[in-house]
């Protein structure tokens, strides 16, 4: 390869600091890797080149050599950097810079070990109409792992300290050869953690946790829907020593309620009345999620009408609240005297008297259905 100035090919000037040199190299050998530029020999040679400069800029003394002497100073050898090894690396450590480029894509590297994390928890709260109307603040009972407290969560015994990995160096990771490339996986001495426990604490055999019922606050949201997911974040299974712990999440299941169901922010429920209020009118006492409250109902309301109570629902975002819907449900007299069937039997006569004037508009539209059917049937 024709003599070059390895300072020009890295990019780089000559008073640059080895991370400097590393990072320029770092980046040109991804650019030109031949698996990246099949069958372009211009990148396959470009890519050897980069290989050479770096193999002498990267050894301290040999760059020295390099400033001092030139090329005559890296050349005594009479292979020449870059004569050996597979791409032209010659004396580089491919896994020492392709385990950190690698580790860059695949989110391997930078040394540093990344920190477990402990599970998710999923906890179902059952709650009324009536809290989520009011929108309040609970607590409950979750069982749960927690960092513990005998020895702090380190799973050493107190008095004592976890040592560092000597596999590992306390890193956590180990790098593993695969052919060319260079992986990293946890450490199998110290599974990760980057530190080994010589003396376990008695409570919690070396584990760092413990099982404990955690007593936790939730707020729901005024009109919460039901099967909302509402999530406290660090609530969830401790990883242990130098671990993040995980989320809990607080799924809200709405109960069944006595009186109301519910329509989205509306609510829904029965209202019997008797036939007298139903026939005359009056004022009648409803129930709401706040108390008592009062309802007029028109003379001559029907059985299955839906009567509005505006404001009375569940509350919706910007303060406004749903609606109460009431079913009417017109109760038909049970046990009668003779002398109330009597007066009946006669109501009914004078009803029928004048004909079509006391029939609801249903009843109509009912009866013409019914005459067409039976005209049908004779045809």
Same mark, same amino acid.
């Given at each position: 390869m024709s003599e070059q100035d390895y300072y020009k090919t890295l990019g780089i000037e000559r008073g640059a600091s080895q991370?400097?040199?590393?990072?320029?190299?770092?980046?040109?050998?991804m650019k030109y890797h031949p698996d990246r530029n099949q069958g372009e020999d211009d990148a396959s040679d470009r890519f050897k080149e980069i290989n050479e400069a770096y193999e002498v800029l990267g050894d301290e003394q040999k760059r020295a050599a390099y400033d001092r002497f030139g090329h005559a100073g890296v050349n005594r050898g009479g292979a020449g950097p870059g004569a050996g090894g597979f791409g032209g690396f010659g004396g580089v450590d491919p896994s020492d810079i392709f385990g950190d480029i690698f580790g860059d894509i695949f989110g391997m590297g930078g040394g540093a070990r990344r920190a477990r994390r402990g599970a998710d928890l999923k906890y179902t709260l059952g709650v009324t109409l009536e809290q989520i109307a009011r929108g309040e603040e609970v607590t409950i009972e979750v069982p749960r792992h927690t960092p513990c407290e005998?020895?702090?969560?380190?799973?050493?015994?107190?008095?004592? *300290?976890p040592q560092t990995c000597r596999t590992c160096g306390g890193q956590g990771q180990v790098r593993m050869q695969q052919g060319f490339f260079t992986l990293q996986q946890a450490c199998p001495d110290c599974r990760g953690r980057g530190e080994i426990i010589t003396e376990h604490c008695p409570e919690c055999h070396g584990s760092g946790v413990e099982r404990t019922i955690s007593k936790l606050k939730v707020r729901i949201p005024a009109g919460v829907d039901d099967g909302t997911a509402i999530r406290l974040s660090g609530q969830g299974e401790t990883a242990g020593s130098g671990g993040i712990?995980?989320?809990?999440?607080? /799924?809200?299941?709405? *109960?069944?309620?006595s009186i109301f169901h519910?329509?989205?922010?509306?609510?829904?429920? /029965?209202?019997?009345?008797?036939?007298?209020?139903?026939?005359?009118?009056? /004022?009648?006492?409803?129930?709401?999620?706040?108390?008592e409250g009062r309802l007029k109902v028109p003379a001559g309301t029907q059985s299955g009408k839906r009567m509005r109570v505006r404001g009375k629902g569940l509350p919706l975002q910007g303060g406004s609240r749903g609606d109460l819907f009431c079913l009417v449900r017109v109760e038909t007299p049970v046990n009668l005297t003779e002398e109330q069937k009597a007066l009946i039997i006669d109501l009914d006569a004078k009803l029928r008297a004048d004909g079509k004037r006391h029939k609801p508009a249903e009843h109509e539209g009912w009866a013409s259905k019914v005459k067409n059917f039976f005209e049908q049937l004779a045809g």
């Open positions: 991370a400097e040199i590393k990072k320029a190299y770092r980046r040109l050998a005998h020895c702090g969560g380190s799973g050493a015994k107190p008095g004592s *300290k712990a995980g989320d809990l999440y607080v /799924e809200i299941r709405i *109960k069944p309620h519910r329509e989205g922010a509306h609510l829904v429920c /029965e209202l019997p009345i008797s036939f007298a209020t139903a026939a005359l009118g009056g /004022e009648v006492e409803i129930p709401t999620l706040e108390g």
